[in-house]
Structures are given as structure tokens and as C-alpha cells.
């Protein structure tokens, strides 16, 4: 008994300083964030007055945060699936050649390494309606008809940011889906193959199934990943041309930042948070019953 309790104390006394961390850097602010929401601050001042929900019901009644949880949600859902359908194609690809498989993962995997600011930088000078690299080809093909200003257009804006997360985040999955392709036992595939199962067969009713695991857990960090995008918005489009592509995150740093509006920044975070929270349950719920029924 002596000994369970020398053992109890000591286990405590070694996970008291993360414990001690976590509750400093991360439970103490999120309280005072609550707070804050309910407040007039303009996060310079010491005064601060409470205002109750004066800020969500301001928020329920701003086109500008319905019109940015719009483009949330659409940028979301649109990167997550592109994300992941490309990353579960490239690590197919990587995981059947023969040669240069380590270059190849290496190479798909390298956009992962950038950060969104240098990301956002790269792909506004390919975007540029004069030299960019993707105009330039369209040119080369004769296809100047297709030519757009991508970031000075409303229409085509959120989509090139989208089409960026999508080229910068799919080699991390694809990294994820690789590893789950090695588990996957050669035998089935190759008792498949003999009993006059073609290439997607195998893949659809044998090797799909047993991904189950890593589309659960790439299809949610790929969701909160969408979530919160800024660095790339920030740096490509300024959550411009108007309001054409601003998100939840980008409008918080605007309203507490930019116009100091504190208080009103932070009750927006608490519904991203909220948001978050919520779709993330949901879908791993549903992923999970999907894994059993497979």
C-alpha cells in the first residue's frame, strides 16, 4: 500500500510541471477569453466594460462574419476533400513504382516543410496576370482566353487559395496514407488479383477498407486545418478583392487587430472555437461507424 502511494506521489509530482504549463498557456487564457467576449476593450486600454452578449448578437447581425463563415465552410469542405483525394493518389502512385520511391515522397512531401507566408508569396507571383507561371503556360498553349487576373477577381480568388492549400498540405497526407498502405497485406491483393479482380477492384473492396483508419484521421485534421487558414489569405488576397475571400480567422485578426475591436474579435474566436469543436465531433462520429460498417 506504502509503496502504490510512494508510486501515486511520484507519478503526480512528475506530470505537475506540463500540468502546470498546459493550465498557464492554455486553460487560463481560453477563461479569460470568455471574459474578454463579453467585453468593450480595445486591447490597449486597461478599462474594459462589460457589455454581456452585446457582442454575439452584433456578430448575428454582421454580413461581414456571415459572409466569412460562408467562405469558410466552402473553403473547408472543397481543400479537404481535394486534399485528401490527391494525397491518397500520389501515395498509390509512390507506393506501386519500382524506382525513385524515396524521391518521389520526398519531393511531395517538401511543400509541407514552407510556411504559409513563404506558400502565399510563391503562388501570388504563379498567379500574377502578367508574368505569373500560369498565365504564361496558358499563353504558350494558346489558350489566352483562359488568362484571369486569379487573385483580383472575386469569383477566382477563394478558389486560387483553395487550389494553394491544396498543392501545400496534400504531400502530409499522403505521408499518412503511405504508412497505412504497408499494412496492408500483399496476400489479399495478390488472391484477389488471381481470382479476376482488376486494379480498382482490388483497391475499391480490398485495399480502401483497410484506409479506414487513416481517411478518419486525415479527414479530420484536414477539416481543422481548413478551419483555420490565414497565413496564405493574409499574404495572397488581404481577405480581398472586397470581402471576396475573407474566413473566420482572417476577420478576427482584422476586428482585434486592425480596427481594435478586442472584445468583438474574441466572442468571433469562441464561435470558430465552437465551430470547430462541433464539426470535428461530427464528423469523426460518422468516419468511426463508417469504419466499422467496412
Known sequence: MKEKMRFDTMAYLVILPALLLYTGFLICPALSSIYYSLTSWDGLSPQMKFIGLDNFAMMFQDPRFFNAL????????????????????????????????SLLRSAFYIPVLLSGIIVGFIWTIMYNYNFGVINSLLAAWHLEFLKVDWLGRPESALFSIMLTLTWQWAGYYMVIYLAALQGVPQELTEAARIDGANR???F??????????????????????????????????????????????????????????QGYGTAIAIVLFVLILILATIQINILRKREIEL
Open 70 to 101: 460562408k467562405n469558410t465552410l466552402l473553403l473547408t469542405a472543397v481543400v479537404t476533400v481535394a486534399e485528401n483525394l490527391l494525397a491518397l493518389l500520389l501515395a498509390v502512385l509512390v507506393d506501386r513504382v519500382k524506382y525513385f520511391k
Open 204 to 261: 475499391w473492396r480490398i485495399t480502401y477498407p483497410m484506409l479506414a483508419g487513416a481517411v478518419t484521421i486525415n479527414l479530420t485534421l484536414a477539416l481543422i486545418q481548413g478551419l483555420k487558414v490565414f497565413d496564405q489569405i493574409a499574404v495572397m488576397t488581404d481577405g480581398g478583392p472586397g470581402f471576396a475571400s475573407e474566413t473566420l480567422t482572417y476577420i478576427i485578426y482584422k476586428v482585434a487587430f486592425a480596427d481594435f475591436k
Open 200 to 202: 480498382f477492384q482490388q
